[in-house]
């Protein structure tokens, strides 16, 4: 059973940046594919990036690319989202996910392709 931790997240101001970690045990990590999604207040939760269980493929929503970098570390079992010149549509919850039946270079960017969730971490960005 796949355990996921969020960290990382906190306030703000717009411009500034911030990076936000995974931890995940209790599975192979270099099976998983790695995601993070967000959900702010009255929206619904949406996909923000994902780095396939190869390290180099990554994929992006529109709205955060350019400025947000997802990547991996194995040997730490751990995902990292590098969020860059945050700005104030940016806050949201962000949750950590993983797939356990990824293909290797895949990316999915659907939430109903991941089958852990971590509890989620508070972004805010103050303008």
């Known amino acids: 059973q796949v355990q996921l931790v969020e960290s990382g997240g906190g306030l703000v101001q717009a411009g500034d940046s911030l990076r936000l970690s995974c931890a995940a045990s209790?599975?192979?990590?270099?099976?998983?594919?790695m995601a993070w999604f967000r959900q702010a207040p009255g929206k619904e939760r949406e996909f923000v990036a994902v780095?396939?269980?190869?390290?180099?493929?990554?994929k992006y929503a529109e709205s955060v690319k350019g400025r947000f970098t997802i990547s991996r570390d194995n040997a730490k079992k751990t995902a990292h989202l590098q969020m860059s010149s945050l700005k104030p549509e940016d806050t949201a919850v962000y949750y950590c996910?993983?797939?356990?039946?990824?293909?290797?270079?895949?990316?999915?960017?659907?939430?109903?392709?991941?089958?852990?969730w971590g509890q989620g971490t508070q972004v805010t960005v103050s303008s």
């Open positions: 996910a993983a797939d356990l039946n990824a293909i290797y270079y895949s990316t999915p960017d659907y939430s109903g392709a991941y089958d852990a």
């Open positions: 209790g599975y192979t990590f270099n099976r998983l594919a």
């Open positions: 780095v396939a269980r190869s390290g180099d493929s990554t």
